[in-house]
C-alpha cells in the first residue's frame, strides 16, 4: 500500500518500561496503521526511538495583543497593575493589517514548538471592533496547513455597563466564531455579564470561555455561578475558565472540593502561569504570592485542566519564546509538581487534556485520526517536561511542518 509518509522507530506514551518503538504510516492526512517495522512505499523518516506524541494545543492564546511592548507606555510603578491601561491606549493603532502581521509572527514561533490546535481569544471593544476578527479569521485561512484555529469572541473592557458593546460579539458569532468568552472582572456587573454570555452560547450554539476568578483573596468566587449556568443548560464539556488565581489560595480541602464540582459539572479550567505570576502578588513587598493554582490537584479529583501561554511581550505578559512546553515546564516548578506521573499530567495539560476542551474528538495518535505529529528528544512525556524539550520535527495531516537543527558540541 502506498503512504505519503512513513515515520519509523516513533516511541508512543503508553510503550511502558519496553523499548518498543512503532512506525505510524500515513496516507490522505490521516493515520494508516501503527505497527512495528510497516512495509511499504512512501517517504520514510526517522525518529530514532524517540518520543513522538500528537500536536500541542494551546486552550487559551491572545494572538491579536501579542507583540506590542514596543509601542506601549513604560510601566512606572514595579507594583503597578495598569496592564489594561497601557494595551487600551494604543488600540487605536491596531488595524487589520497589524493584528495580521504580529499574530503571523507569534503563530509561527507557536508551531516551531509544536503547537498544531489553539484557541485564540478576539477583542471586539468598541475601539477595534471587529477588525480583530477580520485579521484572525484570514490567520486561520493562511495557516491552516499549520494549526487548527479557534476563534472566541469577547470584550475585555466591560459588557453589561457599555451600551451597544454586546453587538460586535454578536457579529463575531453570525461571522463563525465556535465560542464566547468574557472578562467579568472588568464589568460592573460581572454576574450579569455572564449570564450574557451563557445565553449567547445557547443562541448560537458555541462553547464558552471566561476569564476569571483572577485576584488574592478567594472571596467572590464566579466558578460556582458558572457551574450552576452550566448545569441549568447542560453545557458540561463546552465550558472553560481561564486563570482562577484564586483557586491558590484556598486550602488543600476546598481545592478538593472544587475540583470534585468543576468535574461533575464539565467546567475545564485553564491556568496561565506566565500571566498569573507577572500579575499576582503586586500589593506584597515581599513573599510575594505566584498566584498560579494547582491544576494537578484539580485533576486528582476529576476535573479537566489545561496549561496555556495567554500573552506574549505585551503588558500582561511581557515575555514569551511561544514554547508551551517551557510554560508547562515553569508551572510544574511554581506548583512544585515533579515525579513522573504528575510531569506526564503536566504533558496531558499541553495535549490530550486542552484537545478535550476544544472538543477535538479525532485528536491524538490513534489510527483513523489526522496525522499531526511531534518528535521530541526525549524518550517520555514527563521528560518532555522535566528538560523543557524543544521539539525536533512537526507534521501536520501528514506533512512536514518544522524541523529543528540540534545545537552540536565542537569538543576541542
Ligand atoms: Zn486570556
Not at 496547513?145 to 457599555?162: A, I, N, P, S, Y
Request: overall charge negative; some cysteine.
Amino acid at each position: 500500500m502506498p503512504f505519503s509518509l512513513i515515520l519509523r522507530n516513533a516511541r508512543l506514551a503508553n510503550a511502558g518500561d519496553t523499548n518498543a518503538t512503532v512506525d505510524i504510516a500515513v496516507a490522505d492526512g490521516r493515520i494508516k496503521a501503527i505497527e512495528p517495522r510497516i512495509s511499504g512505499e512512501g517517504e520514510s523518516v526517522d525518529a530514532g526511538g524517540q518520543f513522538v506524541s500528537a500536536g500541542l494545543v494551546e486552550s487559551h492564546f491572545h494572538l491579536d495583543k501579542s507583540r506590542i511592548l514596543d509601542r506601549v507606555a513604560p510601566l512606572e510603578d514595579r507594583r503597578g497593575t495598569d496592564y489594561m491601561k497601557r494595551v487600551s491606549a494604543v488600540k487605536d493603532s491596531f488595524t487589520v493589517e497589524d493584528i495580521y502581521a504580529r499574530s503571523r509572527e507569534t503563530l509561527e514561533q507557536c508551531i516551531l514548538n509544536g503547537v498544531m490546535h489553539m484557541r485564540t481569544h478576539i477583542e471586539v471593544d468598541a475601539p477595534i471592533g471587529l477588525r480583530g476578527f477580520e485579521a484572525l479569521e484570514r490567520v486561520a485561512k493562511d495557516y491552516a496547513w499549520g494549526v487548527d484555529l479557534q476563534l472566541c469572541v469577547f470584550l475585555q473592557e466591560g459588557w453589561t455597563d457599555v451600551p451597544g458593546a454586546e453587538a460586535n460579539v454578536v457579529q463575531g458569532l453570525k461571522r463563525g466564531a465556535t465560542v464566547v468568552g468574557g472578562a467579568p472582572r472588568y464589568d460592573a456587573n460581572g454576574p450579569a455579564q455572564i449570564e450574557r454570555i451563557f445565553a449567547l452560547a445557547k443562541d448560537f450554539d458555541v462553547d464558552v470561555d471566561i476569564h476569571g476568578d483572577g485576584g488574592y483573596t478567594t472571596d467572590d468566587m464566579m466558578i460556582w455561578q458558572i457551574c450552576d449556568l452550566t448545569d441549568r443548560m447542560g453545557w458540561g464539556g463546552r465550558v472553560a475558565l481561564g486563570h482562577g488565581n484564586k483557586y491558590s489560595c484556598l486550602p488543600d480541602a476546598d481545592v478538593q472540593k472544587l475540583g470534585k464540582r468543576l468535574a461533575e459539572s464539565g467546567v475545564a479550567i485553564s491556568v496561565l502561569p506566565a500571566t498569573d505570576m507577572f500579575t499576582s502578588g503586586r500589593h506584597q513587598e515581599h513573599s510575594v504570592m505566584r498566584g498560579v493554582a494547582d491544576a494537578n490537584a484539580l485533576i486528582a479529583q476529576g476535573a479537566n485542566c489545561s496549561i496555556a501561554t495567554n500573552n506574549v511581550l505585551n503588558p500582561f505578559t511581557p515575555y514569551g519564546d511561544c514554547s508551551l512546553v517551557r510554560i508547562a515546564t515553569m508551572y510544574a516548578n511554581v506548583v512544585q509538581r515533579g515525579t513522573d506521573k504528575d510531569l506526564s499530567d503536566c504533558f496531558a495539560m499541553i495535549s490530550d487534556r486542552p484537545a478535550r476542551i476544544l472538543r477535538k474528538n479525532d485528536y491524538g495518535i490513534a489510527v483513523g485520526n489526522p496525522a499531526d505529529l511531534v518528535v521530541w528528544p526525549t524518550n517520555s512525556p514527563a521528560q518532555v517536561i522535566a528538560t523543557a524539550a524543544q521539539p525536533l520535527m512537526g507534521f501536520k495531516r501528514g506533512r512536514r511542518v518544522f524541523t529543528r537543527e540540534v545545537a552540536t558540541l565542537h569538543r576541542p
